[in-house]
C-alpha cells in the first residue's frame, strides 16, 4: 500500500495531494533556509500560530453568512490574514518598544494561538457548518480531502515556489551579509517582509497538510539538514528545497496510505530522519566523519611521540603508540627501532629541531604560527629557507 502511494498508484486525488505536499515541502525548504540564515527561525514559529484565530474566525464568518464553514479558500484568507496581523504586532513590538524579538514571539504566539483554541471551543457548540474536521489544523490531514482543496493546495504551493525562486537573489543577499547588501543600495527591510511574506505563504498553504504547529518544522529542518552538506549559500538552498520536498512527498504519500496518521507528524519524522542521517554520515560535519578525523589525528600525534622515543633511545610504554609503529614497520615488539624506523625517527627529530630554531626567530613568526608537531615543515617553508635553517642548526652544533 504504502509502496503504491510513493509510486502514485492511489489514484488522482492522492497523487495531486502528494505532488502538492512535495511543492510545498520545497518551497518551505528554499524559503526556510533565509529564515535560518538570517538568525529569525522562531518568527515561523509565531506565523504559525497566528494563523489558527483566522480559521477559526473564518469559519463562523462563512457560516454566518450561510456559507459552508470549511470551504479551504476561506479558511486560508482568514489564516493568511490573521498570520499577517500576527507578523505585524511582532514587529511592531520589537522594533517600538523595548522588547526584545524573542519576547515579542513568544507573546504574540501565545496570545493568538490561545485565543485560537477559545474560538474553536466556540465552533465545536454551534450547529451549523460541518465544523467536524477542523481541527485537521492542528496537526494536518489529507484525509477525506476534496479534489478541489487539493487543486488549490497544489497549485499555491507551486506559486509559492515560484515566488521565492525568482526572489532567492536579493533574500540571499540579505539573510547572508545585510551590512553588504546595504552598501549596495538594497532595502533590506523591503527585503525582509518580503521574506516573511513569502514564510507566510509558505504556513497559510501548509496549514492543511502540515498543520499550524509543525509547519515550522517544515521550514527549519531542511535547511538546517542541508547544512551539513556545504559551505555554500546558493547550495544550501538547493539542497534545502530537496530535503523539504522528499519530506513532504515520503510523508504525505504514506498519510495517504494510512488515513488514520495525520499527515504533519509523519512529514516531520521523515525530515528528522533526513536530519539524523545528514547529522551522522555528512563528510564534512558528520559525526562519523569528524570521529574518525580525530582517531586519524590521535594516531598522527601517537606515531609522531614514537618516532620521538626512538630517537631519543626512550623507551615506550604506550601500548597504542608501540601498536601503531609496529604496524607501520618502524618498530619490533619490544620498542627497539628497526632500520626503516630509525630512518623515520631521525628525520622527525631533525625536523622537531628545524620547527624550534624558526620559533625563537621573529622573521619566521608568521610560519611558526603554523606549527602544530605535525605539519610537515615543507608545506610552509620554501626549499631555501629549510637550506638557511639547516645551516644555522650545523654552526649551532
Known sequence: MIRDAL?????????????????????????????????????????????????????????????????????????????????????????????AEDAAIGAVLSVFFGFGIVLLTVIQTMTAGRQAGLEGFLLGSTAGMLRSDALVIAVSAALTLALVLLMRRPLTLASFDPEFARSTGQNVTRTDLI?????????????????????????????????????????????????????A?????????????????????VGFALFACSLLLSPARGVVSAYLRHRAYQRQVHLRQGLLALAHGQPIYERLTLRLLRRQGWA??????????????????????????????PAYEAAAARYDGLTPIESVLTADQIAEVDSRIEVAT
Open 249 to 269: 512527498y515520503v510523508g504525505a504519500a504514506i498519510s495517504a496510505a494510512m488515513p488514520n496518521v495525520p499527515t504533519g507528524p509523519i512529514i516531520v519524522l
Open 195 to 247: 521574506m516573511m511574506a513569502l514564510v507566510l505563504a509558505v504556513t497559510v498553504v501548509g496549514l492543511k497538510i502540515v498543520g499550524l504547529i509543525l509547519i515550522v518544522a517544515l521550514l527549519i529542518i531542511p535547511p538546517v539538514t542541508a547544512r551539513f552538506w556545504t559551505e555554500r549559500t546558493d547550495h544550501v538552498v538547493l539542497i534545502a528545497g530537496l530535503l523539504g520536498g522528499v519530506s
Open 332 to 361: 619490533l615488539p619490544d620498542g627497539v627501532a628497526t632500520p626503516e624506523g630509525q630512518g623515520r625517527a631521525a628525520r622527525a627529530m631533525r625536523d622537531e629541531t628545524r620547527w624550534q630554531v624558526i620559533r625563537r626567530d
Open 7 to 99: 509510486l502514485l498508484q492511489l489514484g488522482y486525488n492522492a497523487t495531486l495531494v502528494t505532488l502538492g505536499a512535495a511543492l510545498l515541502g520545497m518551497a518551505a525548504g528554499v524559503g526556510g533556509t533565509f529564515l535560518f540564515l538570517r538568525k529569525r527561525a522562531l518568527v515561523s514559529d509565531a506565523i504559525s500560530h497566528a494563523t489558527l484565530p483566522g480559521v477559526a474566525l473564518a469559519f463562523i464568518v462563512m457560516v454566518a453568512l450561510g456559507g459552508d464553514g470549511r470551504n479551504l479558500v476561506g479558511l486560508l484568507t482568514g489564516a493568511a490574514v490573521s498570520a499577517a496581523l500576527g507578523l505585524l504586532i511582532v514587529t511592531w513590538l520589537s522594533s517600538k518598544t523595548r522588547l
